[in-house]
């Protein structure tokens, strides 16, 4: 049974930090894409960040240059390091994991929330 929980949200000041933490279990980071997304009420999924097999990386343009995602895969953890937040970061934010790779793109991963088969139950964060 595949399972994923994210820790590290909570409550940050504009122009702070937060590292949040994505623990699996029943599943490898190795093999494939996991990604962060974040979502606000009345909003759809959007993607934060995803990072690939051999760590090929794709950002959206909002978070371009803040915000850096990495995985630890002997640990089976995956992480997104927050710097100079804003308000309009504030969102729950789910980790994700066996996700599409576009072989015919580079072998980067897809940044559609539906192309990702697993999800953490999200971990709020509120930047004021």
């Known amino acids: 049974h595949v399972q994923l929980v994210e820790s590290g949200g909570g409550s940050a000041l504009a122009g702070g930090s937060v590292r949040l933490s994505c623990a699996a279990s029943?599943?490898?980071?190795?093999?494939?894409?996991m990604g962060w997304f974040r979502q606000t009420p009345g909003k759809p999924r959007e993607e934060v960040a995803t990072?690939?097999?051999?760590?090929?990386?794709t950002y959206a343009d909002s978070v371009q240059g803040r915000f850096t995602i990495s995985k630890d895969n002997a640990k089976n953890t995956g992480y997104l390091q927050m710097n100079s937040l804003n308000a309009e970061d504030t969102a729950t934010y789910y980790c994700?994991?066996?996700?599409?790779?576009?072989?015919?793109?580079?072998?980067?991963?897809?940044?559609?929330?539906?192309?990702?088969?697993?999800w953490g139950q999200g971990t709020q964060v509120t930047v004021s």
């Open positions: 029943g599943y490898t980071y190795g093999c494939c894409c």
């Open positions: 990072i690939g097999s051999h760590g090929n990386t």
């Open positions: 994700a994991a066996d996700g599409i790779v576009l072989w015919n793109n580079g072998g980067y991963c897809s940044v559609h929330a539906t192309d990702f088969g697993t």
